[in-house]
């Protein structure tokens, strides 16, 4: 299987100032189209998942512009520009470009 | 806008059948152009992903290798719904489980989650 490893695993952040999340997969995530399937989800407390971006760096519907995702080959980053209150919770990182898909350990963003 | 709702059992009793529903609305689990999938996340841990299928498809599924001799996904379109089955369930089985729509290796529809205890 393919291992998703995100550091920080606990970050806090005071509000309105910037963060980074990386993610490094065990191996590389270019799949046989050529495309990238590294993914990005936030799970606030008590919510399930949801997806901020797909294909390393495209932002869902609805997702600020404040969120922005990075990287090629093993190594990707999920930024974001000024941290809110709102975005209070764990992160994943995900592969889909090999089966089985596989999701980072999380990292919990927190408010300082 | 998809909407996805897990239903069933909240406790099962360890060696049984866990069966869950995902019942879809806003969309088909009939369109092949999706996989419809399983993921689980145990007590405070992260999340696994237990499987998919594609209804364009009787062989278009796959498994998670490690509990790949349990599981069983299908989709029946006249309910519009998907199911999952996971035989001899353990203590290791006790998670949330929820359901998801898969496009091209992600999740982009998610349901609310299920609790699922195993337990006597």
């Known amino acids: 299987d393919v291992v998703m490893t995100q550091s920080p695993l606990s970050l806090p952040v005071t509000l309105g100032q910037p963060a980074s999340i990386s993610c490094r997969s065990s191996?590389?995530?270019?799949?046989?189209?050529?495309?990238?399937?590294l993914n990005w989800f936030q799970q606030r407390p008590g919510q399930s998942p949801r997806r901020l971006i797909y294909k390393v760096s495209n932002r869902d519907s609805g997702v600020p512009d404040r969120f922005s995702g990075s990287g090629s080959g093993t190594d990707f980053t999920l930024q974001i520009s000024r941290v809110e209150a709102e975005d209070v919770g764990v992160y994943y990182c995900m592969q889909g470009s090999h089966w089985p898909y596989t999701f980072g350990q999380g990292t919990k963003l927190e408010i300082k | 806008q998809v909407q996805l709702q897990e239903s069933g059992p909240g406790l099962v009793k360890p060696s049984e059948t866990l069966s869950l529903t995902c019942t879809v609305s806003g969309g088909s689990v009939g369109s092949g152009a999706y996989y419809w999938s399983w993921i689980r996340q145990p007590p405070g841990k992260g999340l696994e992903w237990i499987g998919y299928k594609s209804y364009s498809g009787s062989t278009n599924n796959n498994y998670n290798p490690s509990l790949k001799s349990r599981v069983t996904i299908s989709v029946d379109t006249s309910k519009n719904q998907f199911s999952l089955k996971l035989s001899a369930v353990t203590a290791a089985d006790t998670a949330i489980y929820y359901c998801?729509?898969?496009?091209?290796?992600?999740?982009?529809?998610w349901g609310q989650g299920t609790q699922v205890t195993v337990s006597s």
């Open positions: 191996q590389g995530l270019v799949f046989g189209d050529g495309n990238t399937y």
């Open positions: 998801g729509r898969d496009y091209y290796g992600s999740i982009d529809f």
